[in-house]
Structures are given as structure tokens and as C-alpha cells.
């Protein structure tokens, strides 16, 4: 048939992109993440614009706290890199391999979204209400909107695990992993660049 894989040698070597249906998924993934970025690209731009308008409350060099905010982009970044590995495994029809690595990257983005929730109650605490001033409210927005983000992408990566960890790998669902595995890393982007422009330049007064 026309456009069929042949499959009596095994799954090809990039099985998440061997079928019509893959690619589509990949192409619809990247028009997605597109308008994603231009969303972020707007709160970045608002939190840069209120971030000196603290109106009496706290300001981002009384609050931070760096080692906190280490320990949260070790767990992100590290996720990502078992995402890279998972992948790699996929490709390679290692499938038990894979689910222990996405597995392993679920537990660790559980850890950061735990230290970001606590992270939160603290500058509550010390403070810095949702609108307490401009500068909290952007900032609460724009931290707050990766952390859902988070949330749905351990939501979409457990869904997945639970509802083939039986059936191996397979054209079906190598697409769905792997753009998954993409969202994942966009959400690790996304973080090192709030890193960079709110934790960073916020406690460095710049």
C-alpha cells in the first residue's frame, strides 16, 4: 500500500515521524509552540515593564532566595536531559527504558513544581500578595503561568505512561511521546530564560 511502513525488520530508526499522521502531529506541535512563545514573549515583556513598581512591598532582592531557585533549575534541567535520553531509547525499540526515563522526568518535574509551590506560600508569607503591587502580580502571573505549564506536561506525560505501559512501542504512540518530549524542553527554554530575566536580574538589582 501506498505510504505504509513496512514493519518486518522492526520499527524504522525515527518511528515517531514514519507515518503521515506523526508528521502532521509534529508540524501541528510547532505552529502550537509558535503562538506559545509569543505568549510568553508578552508576560516577559509586562514583567519587565512593572518589575520596579513594588509600591512599598517587598522587591525581588529582599525575597529570592538563589540556592532555592538552583536546586528548581537542576530538577528542570535534568528533567529534560532523561526526556533526551527516553527518546533515544525510543528510537532504539527500548521501550522499558524509555517509560523508567519519562518516569524518572515525571517524578523530577513533581520536585520542581513542589519547591515552586513552596516558593510561593513563602513570599506569601513574607508579604507578597498576588496584589501586593504591579511587580507581584507580574511576577506571579508569568512564574505562575510556566508552573501550569508544568502541570499539564506532567499530566500529559503520565497519561501517556499509563496508557502504554503495556503495549511496547509502536507508530501509534512513538508521535505521541516525542512531541511530548518536545513540549517538555519548551517548558525547560521557557524556565531558563525566567531564570535568567526575573531570579537573576532581580537579585542582582539589575
Not at 513570599?123 to 512564574?143: I, P
Not at 511496547?168 to 508521535?175: E, M, Q, R, S, W
Not at 511521546?177 to 531558563?192: G, K, M, N, P, R
Amino acid at each position: 500500500m501506498a505510504g505504509s511502513v513496512d514493519l518486518s525488520k522492526g520499527l524504522p530508526s525515527h518511528p515517531e515521524k514514519s507515518t503521515l499522521e506523526g508528521k502532521n502531529k509534529f508540524l501541528g506541535f510547532w505552529i502550537f509552540l509558535g503562538g506559545e512563545t509569543i505568549m510568553f514573549a508578552t508576560f516577559f515583556g509586562t514583567f519587565l515593564g512593572l518589575r520596579e513598581g513594588t509600591a512599598g512591598g517587598p522587591s525581588a532582592e529582599e525575597l529570592f532566595s538563589m540556592p532555592l531557585v538552583f536546586i528548581m533549575t537542576m530538577l528542570l534541567l535534568t528533567s529534560s536531559l532523561t526526556s533526551v535520553l527516553a527518546m533515544f531509547s525510543m528510537k532504539k525499540n527500548n521501550f522499558k527504558n524509555m517509560l523508567v526515563l519519562m518516569i524518572v522526568t515525571v517524578l523530577l518535574g513533581v520536585g520542581f513544581l513542589g519547591f515552586e509551590i513552596y516558593e510561593f506560600v513563602e513570599y506569601v508569607h513574607h508579604g507578597l500578595g498576588y496584589t501586593t503591587s504591579a511587580f507581584a502580580s507580574s511576577f506571579y502571573t508569568l512564574v505562575g503561568l510556566h508552573g501550569a505549564h508544568v502541570l499539564f506536561g506532567l499530566c500529559w506525560i503520565t497519561t501517556l505512561i499509563i496508557r502504554y505501559s503495556r503495549s511496547g512501542i509502536t507508530l501509534t504512540n512513538a508521535p505521541k511521546f516525542y512531541v511530548a518530549s518536545l513540549y517538555w524542553h519548551f517548558i525547560d527554554v521557557v524556565w531558563v530564560f525566567i531564570f535568567t530575566v526575573v531570579y537573576l536580574m532581580g537579585i542582582g538589582g539589575a
